[in-house]
């Protein structure tokens, strides 16, 4: 098996400026990939024979965001969203992390959802786990087939796992808050 | 040697009650409670109708998979948002008179989710009218029982209408249940009595 170091700099070889860093030190370490090198990394990732993730373990939407200003002000990162993508190789049995940094709003527009393409054409379980992360974390999967909210019901307005989510007062006549 | 009750004590006869009576008694007696199982509560209304404890003793043990059959909601488990407007129109399509228990925290009032929880609607009354609260996370089999008890009193203190537009049939809310029993249970010398089983007050 290659070294961490040593897979950082063949992928930073074959894809140059999409992976946008790194961090070997941490527990699990990950790499960190651009919104628009995602799909291209992740079916190399699959296809490379010495490599192939053939599994999608799960895909989680971070929200960094603190709203309160006091506590804002200490922090030494920035607000945005992740979205993490843990992969594991079972013919290897080793595994692989990928982030994608995004902002929290599109074009930092509220209500504007920022967009990651999805990988559902590469694990096809991206599917339901893409559904979930746009309905409670509020990020948009482009090229998804199917994007609807899973968990809540579809009238439902806003994205609850936000930091800033505020409950409505009212759904359909029940007091919300 | 034990007096049979009822048994060998009255000849061919004539009983004499009220309608109101009667019928109240022969309600109190045929609750039929609706299979509303949401969450962990769930298991403990299953304990509740099965032979340990035995909710047929009161016959409200026919738990109906269909509202129309039933009297008697028991709300067991989380009811969340989505849950809620399903848990209204069943509750609209029970026949009258119709009653709900709100069983545990998260009926009673969103339970551990009443803060930060986003889905689940803070208490099960802001929904459909409840009757009977019980506590609990979950609730014993017990509590569930005293709950079905409260029920019957409940019904007991119906009134049915003696005069030409009254209200036939309607609940009267402003009846509270009187509790009829002392909680002393009197225990036969010979059955052991563990400490937890005493009753206490």
Redesign the interface.
């Known amino acids: 098996m290659m070294s961490g170091q040593a897979f950082l700099d063949r992928i930073k070889n074959e894809f140059g400026d999409k992976i946008t860093g790194a961090n070997l030190a941490a527990i699990d370490p990950w790499v960190e990939v651009a919104p628009e090198g995602l799909v291209e990394v992740c079916k190399y990732l699959r296809d490379q024979p010495d490599l192939r993730f053939n599994m999608l373990n799960c895909i989680s939407g971070v929200d960094y965001f603190e709203p309160d200003p006091k506590k804002a002000a200490k922090l030494d990162w920035q607000p945005h969203l992740e979205v993490v993508y843990h992969l594991s190789s079972l013919p290897t049995k080793i595994s692989l992390v990928l982030k994608v940094i995004l902002p929290r709003w599109k074009g930092d527009r509220p209500g504007d959802l920022p967009e990651v393409p999805s990988v559902s054409g590469v694990w096809s379980t991206a599917d339901w786990h893409e559904r979930e992360v746009f309905d409670l974390v509020g990020v948009r999967f482009s090229g998804h087939p199917d994007l609807r909210r899973i968990?809540?019901?579809e009238d439902?307005v806003g994205y609850?796992?936000r930091k800033d989510?505020e409950?409505p007062l009212e759904?359909?006549g029940?007091?919300?808050? | 040697m034990t007096q049979p009750w009822i048994e060998g004590r009255f000849e061919e006869n004539v009983i004499t009650t009220t309608v109101e009576q009667a019928i109240n008694w022969a309600r109190q007696s045929s609750i039929w409670p609706m299979t509303f199982g949401l969450a962990c509560c769930a298991i403990e209304m299953m304990a509740a109708g099965a032979s340990r404890f035995d909710m047929d003793r009161f016959g409200a043990g026919a738990f109906r998979a269909s509202p129309r059959q039933a009297d008697l909601m028991i709300v067991a488990g989380t009811v969340t948002?989505?849950m809620?407007?399903r848990l209204r129109r069943l509750y609209n399509q029970m026949p009258n008179p119709k009653f709900v228990i709100a069983m545990g925290a998260c009926t009673v009032g969103g339970g551990p989710y009443f803060k930060y929880g986003?889905?689940v609607?803070?208490g099960v009354d802001?929904?459909v009218p409840v009757d009977v609260y019980v506590p609990g996370c979950p609730p014993r089999p017990e509590a569930l029982l005293e709950g079905l008890m409260r029920i019957q009193d409940k019904i007991k203190g119906h009134k049915i209408a003696r005069l030409a537009g009254a209200n036939v049939g309607i609940k009267v809310d402003d009846e509270l249940p009187v509790p009829h029993h002392s909680g002393y249970v009197e225990a036969p010398e010979e059955v052991s009595v563990y400490d937890h089983q005493k009753i206490t007050g």
């Open positions: 968990l809540c019901p439902w609850p796992l989510y409950m759904y359909h029940i007091r919300g808050r | 948002y989505k809620g407007s986003y889905h609607v803070k802001l929904v």
